[in-house]
């Protein structure tokens, strides 16, 4: 059984995460935080055996094999390096950094330890995604045109931690729509090489709550992944558009929903599956098992994190700057 510890006691660790761990079998043996009242009642309510309020002191546990980081973004490249240094495997929440400088020395750091690491990309255990994927390696949809991607929220302003600059980095772009960019590298297999982005901040907010960005990819197609948290009504669809077919997806992209996805192949019957994201979590907690007992890649390793975080950067300084950026932004790990 693998023995874990959480580092950062939020909403999402609390409501999600650390019933994944449980739901997964493995062992919730530590949790840390900053504020103590609220790291000892998360602690009683998920019954870990210990709580802190010192990071060094949770690494230090020997109980603890691996460790998922789901403190403010700004903080997860020093937490990932600290636990990779004291020889713990790593989950860490997306963003992996807020720069591709500090995601490749996180790699590089897990390396050096010869520990796991992995982003926390729930997508990759979406069945709708997967069954996209096996499509488009199959051939079947014929050469790669255009994809359209949203994810939306619906109206749910930036709170907390996540509306600060400088603990958040960026709002949607880094919240939501990270996940579609890791998605689409998913799904193609393939490099996004130039991306153009527009943003779009709310009166009273001091980061972005929608984010329109349109990539190409190494293969030439072009996909445009929209993103926000400010809409009524959010669609959450996926439309894959190839030389011989089209896959379309509806309530397939965000996590918590039951959709539908459509394959439509020249000269062939429709084929409509029916697919429901509620059970990522632990499907990635169970990846994460596999991976540290095999010592194999997980879904998303530190370089998706990284490629992730490349082309999120890249959207936001499209938008501020106006002009279309090439990509790698700098040499990959």
């Not at 103590?36 to 019954?47: E, L």
């Not at 992995?118 to 997967?130: D, K, L, P, V, W």
């Not at 929903?257 to 990522?280: F, K, N, P, W, Y």
Request: aromatic residues 6%; proline residues 3%; neutral net charge.
């Amino acid at each position: 059984m693998t023995g874990w510890a959480i580092i950062g006691t939020g909403r999402f660790a609390d409501a999600v995460m650390a019933p994944a761990i449980a739901a997964a079998g493995g062992s919730l043996v530590a949790v840390c935080g900053r504020d103590p009242s609220k790291v000892a009642a998360f602690a009683h309510k998920h019954c870990a055996e210990e709580h802190y309020t010192d990071i060094v002191a949770v690494l230090a546990h020997p109980g603890v094999d691996a460790v998922y980081i789901s403190s403010p973004n700004v903080l997860h490249a020093d937490h990932a390096r600290a636990a990779a240094r004291a020889g713990k495997h790593v989950l860490c929440d997306k963003p992996l950094a807020m720069t591709v400088g500090d995601a490749a020395s996180i790699i590089e750091e897990c390396k050096r330890a010869g520990v796991v690491l992995a982003t926390n990309f729930q997508g990759r255990q979406f069945s709708a995604y997967r069954a996209a994927r096996d499509v488009l390696a199959s051939g079947a949809l014929g050469r790669l045109r255009l994809i359209h991607m949203s994810l939306g929220l619906g109206h749910r302003p930036l709170a907390g931690w996540r509306s600060s600059a400088h603990a958040a980095g960026l709002g949607v772009i880094f919240n939501v729509a990270i996940h579609g960019y890791d998605a689409i590298r998913f799904i193609t297999g393939r490099e996004v090489v130039s991306v153009s982005g527009k943003t779009l901040i709310e009166e009273g907010s001091a980061l972005d709550n929608l984010a329109l960005a349109t990539f190409e990819l190494d293969c030439g197609a072009l996909v445009q992944v929209t993103a926000d948290q400010l809409l009524p009504f959010a669609r959450n669809d996926l439309q894959i558009c190839g030389s011989q077919g089209r896959i379309t997806g509806t309530n397939v992209t965000r996590v918590g929903l039951v959709g539908d996805l459509r394959v439509q192949i020249d000269g062939q019957a429709d084929e409509i599956s029916q697919h429901d994201t509620s059970d990522c979590f632990k499907r990635t907690i169970d990846d994460f098992h596999v991976a540290i007992a095999s010592r194999c890649e997980p879904a998303a390793a530190g370089y998706d994190g990284m490629k992730s975080v490349e082309i999120a950067v890249a959207v936001a300084q499209s938008g501020a700057s106006g002009r279309m950026i090439r990509l790698p932004l700098q040499a990959s790990v």
